[in-house]
């Protein structure tokens, strides 16, 4: 068997792109909510 090399395509770099963009988006709302939450009840981990 002789081991061959893949090499890296497009649509594999595309998926990777978007799945950074989702993570980045997902990190982003998550901190804006952490945010608001402080801001109005001054706590994030307390229940009012």
Do not use: D, E, H
Not at 4 to 31: D, E, H, Y
């Amino acid at each position: 068997m002789s081991a061959t090399r893949k090499q890296i395509t497009v649509p594999s770099n595309m998926c990777t792109a978007f799945l950074a963009v989702s993570f980045g988006i997902l990190v982003a709302t998550i901190a804006f909510v952490a945010f608001k939450c402080f801001t109005q009840y001054g706590t994030l981990f307390k229940i009012p």
